[in-house]
């Protein structure tokens, strides 16, 4: 598999630009699944995704075949997701008086009784959801990272770039704002 | 209502559900015909050039500082201008008319 990448990746260096659609074709299902948990809109999450193969594309030759070529493009990926979190920062929602009447119901059933409410049900996956687009960009960013994909520290820092304490540090401002969130959420809905 | 158990609730949530992996239909033909549209950007290209030829010009100018010091403290004396030098600076104050 990787005598494949670096067989295209070698192409394309010596001027073959063909040979990146088989790079593409290989990870652009893992690029997608990846971008689909930062962005909503169909059209953002492709314009995403080709922002993604174009930097890789033109930044083939900053990479030097140390790590495998896939950690090289989540790296890319996750850092392109963030700069586009960044920039629509200003969009992000503020209130949470538009929740659909299947979440407003998980959360009375949660509020009454927390057992009787199941973590996968639909309701419960569009609040998160929900609750994710109304954080910054680093929270919602190491939060994803961590508490959703399951990440280490250590991974988050190579695909961020950040130091292992800033991650760290970040994690907690990022629960803590998670908190933040959850008590307005609650004092909307109940008071 | 317990915000602790809501939070670890919607975060399992989130961990239940993977999103898609889907492809649009010829999505990599999309990228394709995108690289190969790109026009030739000649100044991008040519500052590329003048970052990479940058460390290897650093290298020569440190190689050839390191040089020149290391002849200066070892013969301190070439450093100063001769009386030769002196004297061919000011041959055309000295005899103007030969000019």
Redesign the interface.
Known sequence: METDDSELIAAVRGGD??S??GL??KY???I???V??YARRESEI?DL??DI??KA?QKLDSYRGEAPFDHWLMRLAVRTCYDALRQHQRNRETSFVDITEEESSWLER??VS?ES?E???SA??A???R??EQLSAPARLV??LL??E?RSVKEIAVLTGWSVPLVKVRAFRA?AE??KI??KM?REK?L | MDLIELEKKLLAAGRATRPSDRVPLAFEKRIMARLKERPLDLWANWSGILWRASVPCLAVVIVLGALTLGLDLTNPTDAVPGPDLESAIYAVVDAPGDL
């Open positions: 630009v063909a990146f659609e593409v074709r652009q299902p893992r997608f699944a990846t689909r948990r492709e995704v080709q193969f174009i594309f949660f509020a927390p409410t973590h996968d049900e419960a996956c609040l998160v959801n609750l994710l939060l994803t508490e959703i399951d629960r998670m908190r959850l008590a609650t109940y």
